[in-house]
T-cell receptor, first 114, second 112 residues
Framework: EAQVTQNPRYLITVTGKKLTVTCSQN?????MSWYRQDPGLGLRQIYYSMNVEVTDKGDVPEGYKVSRKEKRNFPLILESPSPNQTSLYFCASSLLAGASAEQYFGPGTRLTVT | QKEVEQNSGPLSVPEGAIASLNCTYS??????FFWYRQYSGKSPELIMS????GDKEDGRFTAQLNKASQYVSLLIRDSQPSDSATYLCAVLAYTGGFKTIFGAGTRLFVKA
């Protein structure tokens, strides 16, 4: 089944404890992206990757890191999480990094930082 | 001014009516436009994409794009209670890379 998977689905952590949220797609997609969704603010792009070893900042990259060493995986790293990073996170992918980038979303990761 | 604006709603329509959802955008280098549907507690799923001015129809859904007015809309004909969800407008812009900007979404309720 073609899909985008994220792990973990739910995570409660404490301020400053490094964490990684994994994202994997099995569709051979070039483009992958991370978003956070907060009430009233909608989806905001954190980072995106147009291909292996090519990443770029979205609108809200502060406090996050990403890497794209393999085409299928695009982990999101929070080196020192803070309470303002409490949010619902979505990973997405699309076949091409171009104008026809119709994105497919993972199930989401709900992160709480205390 | 936000880059992609939508009326947050809720928009309430009776079953069988036409639901009209609107979106305006401010970025003049926007290239592609998308409508996603998001049910409560679920991830967004793509409904329609539109790249050129005019209308694009797919079943009960019609997307309309007017680049001169920086306006994109989604019409849902014969609305069903199962259409009740939040509809997200997304704009893809090329700024050295392909960045996607979402509106905050419009909540739609279809009353049986």
């Amino acid at each position: 089944e073609a899909q985008v998977t994220q792990n973990p689905r739910y995570l409660i952590t404490v301020t400053g404890k490094k964490l990684t949220v994994t994202c994997s797609q099995n569709m051979n997609h070039e483009y992958m992206s991370w978003y956070r969704q907060d009430p009233g603010l909608g989806l905001r792009q954190i980072y995106y990757s147009m291909n292996v070893e090519v990443t770029d900042k979205g609108d809200v990259p502060e406090g996050y890191k990403v890497s794209r060493k393999e085409k299928r995986n695009f982990p999101l790293i929070l080196e020192s999480p803070s309470p303002n990073q409490t949010s619902l996170y979505f990973c997405a992918s699309s076949l091409l990094a171009g104008a026809s980038a119709e994105q497919y979303f993972g199930p989401g990761t709900r992160l709480t930082v205390t | 001014q936000k880059e992609v604006e939508q009326n947050s709603g809720p928009l309430s329509v009776p079953e069988g009516a036409i639901a009209s959802l609107n979106c305006t955008y401010s970025d003049r280098v926007s290239q592609s436009f998308f409508w996603y549907r998001q049910y409560s507690g679920k991830s967004p799923e793509l409904i329609m994409s539109i790249y050129s001015n005019g209308d694009k129809e797919d079943g009960r859904f019609t997307a309309q794009l007017n680049k001169a007015s920086q306006y994109v809309s989604l019409l849902i004909r014969d609305s069903q209670p199962s259409d009740s969800a939040t509809y997200l407008c997304a704009v893809l812009a090329y700024t050295g890379g392909f960045k996607t900007i979402f509106g905050a979404g419009t909540r739609l309720f279809v009353k049986a």
